[in-house]
């Protein structure tokens, strides 16, 4: 099974006091299967660490080493989305009152017929009301 993981989850993985309760869930595994997200991911992920360590959670030298082991993670980053992705996109936006962001994860799982992985709310009850294999952890 491939994934689609949202920045939610990716975060979770990276800061030192995100405690995701993963049920069993295999991280090794979930690596290992194949991970695929779009190419925002990078700036949410930039985005995550630079809140951070405004709010103190974490330290300038704390956020370089996040990145660098964010830079190891094994996720095929998808290419730009086309004009027909884009619509879709912001159709789903609409449909389920998420950010352009969140859908572009569904949008993926979606195209993909992938398996979405999130810590979202809102994004896990889109995914599964759009009928898509969902995990909340």
């Given at each position: 099974?491939?994934?689609?993981?949202?920045?939610?989850?990716?975060?979770?993985?990276?800061?030192?006091?995100?405690?995701?309760?993963?049920?069993?869930?295999?991280?090794?595994?979930?690596?290992?299967?194949?991970?695929?997200?779009?190419?925002?991911?990078?700036?949410?992920?930039?985005?995550?660490?630079?809140?951070?360590?405004?709010?103190?959670?974490?330290?300038?030298?704390?956020?370089?080493?996040?990145?660098?082991?964010?830079?190891?993670?094994?996720?095929?980053?998808?290419?730009?989305?086309?004009?027909?992705?884009?619509?879709?996109?912001?159709?789903?936006?609409?449909k389920h009152d998420?950010?352009?962001?969140?859908?572009s994860y569904l949008?993926?799982?979606?195209?993909?017929?992938?398996?979405?992985?999130?810590?979202?709310?809102?994004?896990?009850?889109?995914?599964?009301?759009?009928?898509?294999?969902?995990?909340?952890?």
């Open positions: 099974m491939r994934y689609v993981a949202d920045a939610s989850y990716i975060a979770s993985l990276l800061l030192p006091d995100e405690k995701a309760d993963l049920k069993g869930f295999d991280r090794k595994t979930f690596f290992i299967n194949g991970v695929t997200c779009p190419g925002i991911l990078q700036l949410e992920v930039a985005s995550v660490l630079l809140k951070s360590e405004r709010r103190k959670r974490i330290n300038p030298e704390q956020a370089k080493e996040l990145s660098a082991i964010f830079d190891e993670f094994p996720i095929l980053l998808q290419p730009t989305l086309t004009h027909e992705q884009r619509h879709v996109v912001v159709s789903l936006s609409r998420l950010t352009p962001y969140d859908a949008e993926l799982a979606i195209r993909l017929d992938l398996h979405l992985i999130s810590l979202d709310v809102e994004l896990i009850q889109a995914g599964q009301r759009e009928g898509i294999s969902v995990n909340r952890f």
